[in-house]
C-alpha cells in the first residue's frame, strides 16, 4: 500500500534534499530546532489524494496541503488549462491594462457570489488586508463632507478568529500564538464572543447558543457603531480555531445586526469557500433554515474575501469582492478617493486561468450535488472512531472533525508523526483532529483515512 508506483529517474535522494532545504528554506510556521528531531518530508510527486516523497513513500493528503486543494494533485483538466494559458500569456500588470482571464474570472465570481467588484491579490491574507482597507476607506469618502461622523475606524471579529498573518490580518485575528509576540506593532480591535458550539453551555442547542452570542454582538455593536468600519467574520466554521462549527441563525443574525446599525460585514471565506461547507459558499447558509432574513435585509456580506481553493491548490491567487454601493463610493475625479492598492502579480492570467478551470470542474461534473453523497459516505464511515476517546464529532459539508481527550500535552505533534509513519498526512490542532480531502478522494481511500487515522491516535492518546 505505502509503494508507490511511479519511478523515480533523477534528482536528489530524500537525505540530501532535506539537509540543503535546512541549511537554505526557512519553513513556515516552524520553530527550525524542532527539525533537530523531525525530520522534513521531501515531496516529489503530487498524484490525486497522495503526495510521494522522493523514495517512493506515500502520504495521503487529509488535509489538502493546507486546505487549498480541491480536486487532487496532478488534475489534468487544471494542469491543462494553465498550460494553454503559459502559451499565450503569463503575467501583465493590471493597473491600466487587462486580459481574457480575469474579466471570465471576475464575471463568474459576480454571478456565483452576487457581488460584481472583484479586487485581487495573491494570498488570503492580502485579501482581508484588502477588505479592511476598502472598507475603512468607505466611509471616509461617504463622510468626506461631513469630518465629524468620519469615525469608523474600528473593527470587530470573533474570538478565536484566523484572517491571516500579516500586520493588519492580525490585528483581527484570535490565536494568542501568532499574535502575542507582535502585539505592539498590532492595530486594537475587539473580539465577539464566538457561536462555536463547543463553546456552549451544558444542554444548551447550538441554535439557542448561537442566538446567546448574536444578542452579544448586537450588544456590542448598538454601543460602538459610530466608530465601527467593520465585522469580520468566518462564516459557519473557525478553522484555525480547530474546526469549530457553529449554527447558521448566527449568520443571519450577524447579517441583520449589521445592516441595522450600518456597519461592514466581512465575510472570509478563504478557507469555507468552494463548496467545502456543502454549498458553494459558507454565507449562503444564512438564508436556511429558520425562517428567512427580516424584508429587505439581503443575506449577501458587504465583502467576501477568496483564496485558498480558489485556483483548486495550483497557484496563489486571492479575490475581494464587493458591491456595487462600495464601489461607486470609490469612483470619482479625485484620485485619493480611489482605491491606491495593488500588488506585483495582481490578477495573474496564469492563476486566473487555474481558477476558471477550477470553477469549470464544479459546474461540469455538478460538485456541490456530488459532495453531498460524498459527505454522507465519509460520516457513514466515521462511526468506526467511536472507539477512540473523542468528543464532539462533528462535520459541515467536506470538513469532518473530533476532539481527543488526552492527557498528552504534545498530543498533536505525536498525532502528525504517528499518521505520517502510518502514510497519513494528518495535521491535528491541539486537540482537535480533523478532515478536509480533496473532493476527489475514492472510497478505498475514505477507508484507509479512516483506518490511518485510528492507529495514529491511538498511538499519540
Ligand atoms: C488561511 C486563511 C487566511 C490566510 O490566507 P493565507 O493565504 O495563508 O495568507 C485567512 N483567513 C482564513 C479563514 C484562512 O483560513
Redesign the pocket.
Known amino acids: 500500500m505505502r509503494e508507490a508506483k511511479t519511478s523515480y529517474n533523477s534528482g536528489m535522494r530524500n537525505q540530501d534534499i532535506i539537509n540543503r532545504s535546512l541549511q537554505s528554506v526557512w519553513h513556515p510556521c516552524t520553530q527550525m530546532k524542532r527539525h533537530e528531531q523531525f525530520p522534513l518530508i521531501p515531496i516529489k510527486l503530487g498524484q490525486g489524494v497522495w503526495l510521494h516523497d522522493a523514495e517512493g513513500k506515500r502520504y495521503l493528503d487529509a488535509v489538502s496541503s493546507w486546505?487549498v486543494n480541491l480536486f487532487g494533485h496532478n488534475n489534468s483538466r487544471i494542469k491543462n488549462a494553465i498550460k494553454q494559458q503559459l502559451d499565450m500569456l503569463e503575467h501583465v500588470m493590471l493597473a491600466g491594462f487587462t486580459h481574457e482571464p480575469v474579466v471570465k474570472l471576475s464575471e463568474k465570481l459576480a454571478k456565483l457570489t452576487g457581488l460584481g467588484h472583484a479586487f485581487y491579490a495573491s494570498?488570503?491574507?492580502s485579501a482581508?488586508e484588502i477588505a479592511l482597507k476598502m472598507s475603512f476607506h468607505y466611509w471616509r469618502n461617504l463622510y468626506s463632507e461631513t469630518p465629524d461622523k468620519a469615525n469608523k475606524t474600528k473593527f470587530i471579529s470573533l474570538q478565536n478568529s484566523?484572517?491571516?498573518e500579516t500586520l493588519g490580518?492580525l490585528g483581527v485575528t484570535d490565536v494568542a500564538i501568532f499574535k502575542d509576540t507582535y502585539a505592539p506593532l498590532l492595530m486594537q480591535s475587539a473580539q465577539m464572543p464566538s457561536p462555536d458550539f463547543r463553546l456552549a453551555e451544558v444542554g444548551e442547542s447550538a441554535e439557542a447558543f448561537a442566538l446567546r452570542c448574536a444578542d452579544a454582538l448586537e450588544q456590542y455593536v448598538s454601543e460602538h457603531s459610530h466608530e465601527l468600519a467593520a465585522f469580520i467574520i468566518?462564516p459557519l466554521v473557525q478553522?484555525?480555531a480547530g474546526m469549530g462549527m457553529y449554527h447558521p441563525v448566527y449568520l443571519k443574525r450577524a447579517r441583520e445586526i449589521c445592516t441595522q446599525y450600518e456597519v461592514h460585514l466581512i465575510a472570509?471565506e478563504?478557507?469555507v469557500g468552494f463548496g467545502r461547507t456543502g454549498k458553494m459558499f459558507a454565507y449562503e447558509w444564512a438564508t436556511e433554515g429558520n425562517g428567512h432574513l427580516t424584508e429587505n435585509i439581503k443575506a449577501l456580506p458587504d465583502f467576501i474575501c477568496l483564496?485558498?481553493g480558489i485556483t483548486g491548490g495550483y497557484l496563489p491567487l486571492s479575490a475581494v469582492l464587493t458591491t456595487d454601493k462600495i464601489y461607486q463610493a470609490f469612483y470619482d475625479d479625485s484620485t485619493v478617493r480611489g482605491f491606491l492598492h495593488s500588488h506585483s502579480y495582481t490578477g495573474n492570467p496564469l492563476a486566473c486561468s487555474a481558477a476558471l478551470a477550477t470553477l469549470a470542474i464544479f459546474e461540469e461534473d455538478h460538485i456541490i450535488e456530488q459532495n453531498k453523497i460524498l459527505s454522507a459516505n465519509i460520516v457513514e464511515k466515521l462511526s468506526a472512531l467511536n472507539e477512540l476517546p473523542h468528543v464532539h464529532l462533528r462535520h459541515q459539508g467536506m470538513i469532518f472533525a473530533f476532539d481527543v481527550q488526552t492527557k498528552n500535552t504534545k498530543f498533536a505533534r505525536d498525532c502528525y508523526v504517528s499518521a505520517l509513519n502510518n502514510g497519513l498526512l494528518l495535521r491535528p490542532i491541539g486537540n482537535t483532529v480533523y478532515w478536509m480531502p480533496p473532493y476527489t478522494i475514492s472510497e478505498a481511500e475514505v477507508d484507509f483515512l479512516v483506518q490511518a487515522t485510528l492507529k495514529a491516535v491511538h498511538a499519540s492518546v
Open positions: 486546505w494570498d488570503g491574507a482581508t484566523y484572517h491571516g490580518a468566518e478553522c484555525a472570509d478563504i478557507a483564496s485558498k
